[in-house]
């Protein structure tokens, strides 16, 4: 079955840090593109970070640029977001979610999806 | 980055309805436009990508059109388990933006 399971969210205090993880199974972690979207309570889903298949290349929302680094462990099956310098606009429920590319038709978009981690930013 | 706009960002409707959700990227997009339902405390579920081709297992009272800056999407018949909110995204360019959410509701 292919799957991915978020863990890592929890209690931080404003300013400080927090590691995502987004364990893969079921399907070739490798091969594929991988993403994290946010869902602050009560609001829409945002975007937030993406990498390539082999973490070439690396994609930030404005809002996380310079705070947060995505990377992964194609080893490990492993997708991470290190969370930095957290502000109360960064609780949310973060999911991963593999991307797939598709040639005719000519389309992008996000398949699976974990069940989500909560982060909540509170002193 | 490319801004979504979706319409109307609520609506109450009936079993059986006929639902039509509108959806306008701030450029064009080509077809890269996909469509998610959310219900309450779940993960995001792909229903329409490449703007009209449906993800497979998805019933085909769902449908989607359009291509540019505007789309839609269409419930032929509402059923009970398709309240929700519903998500349009672009993933014409990165971030692959999500328009602000339709909640469907009775």
């Known amino acids: 079955e292919v799957q991915l399971v978020e863990s890592g969210g929890g209690l931080v205090q404003p300013g400080g840090s927090l590691r995502l993880s987004c364990a893969a199974s079921g399907f070739t972690f490798s091969t594929y593109a991988m993403h994290w979207v946010r869902q602050a309570p009560g609001k829409g889903l945002e975007y937030v970070s993406a990498?390539?298949?082999?973490?070439?290349?690396?994609y930030y929302a404005n809002s996380v640029k310079g705070r947060f680094t995505i990377s992964r462990d194609n080893s490990k099956n492993t997708l991470y977001l290190q969370m930095g310098s957290l502000r109360a606009e960064d609780m949310a429920v973060y999911y991963c979610?593999?991307?797939?590319?598709?040639?005719?038709?000519?389309?992008?978009?996000?398949?699976?999806w974990g069940k989500g981690t909560t982060v909540s930013v509170s002193s | 980055d490319i801004q979504m706009t979706q319409s109307p960002s609520s609506l109450s409707a009936s079993v059986g309805d006929r639902v039509t959700i509108t959806c306008r990227a701030s450029q064009s997009v080509s077809t890269y436009l996909n469509w998610y339902q959310q219900k309450l405390g779940k993960a995001p579920k792909l229903l329409i990508y490449a703007a009209s081709s449906l993800q497979s297992g998805v019933p085909s009272r769902f449908s989607g059109s359009g291509s540019g800056t505007d789309f839609t999407l269409t419930i032929s018949s509402l059923q009970p388990e398709d309240f929700a909110t519903y998500y349009c995204q672009q993933s014409y360019s990165t971030p692959f933006t999500f328009g602000p959410g339709t909640k469907v509701d009775i």
């Open positions: 990498i390539t298949s082999n973490g070439g290349r690396t």
């Open positions: 979610a593999r991307e797939i590319i598709v040639v005719v038709p000519a389309a992008k978009y996000m398949d699976v």
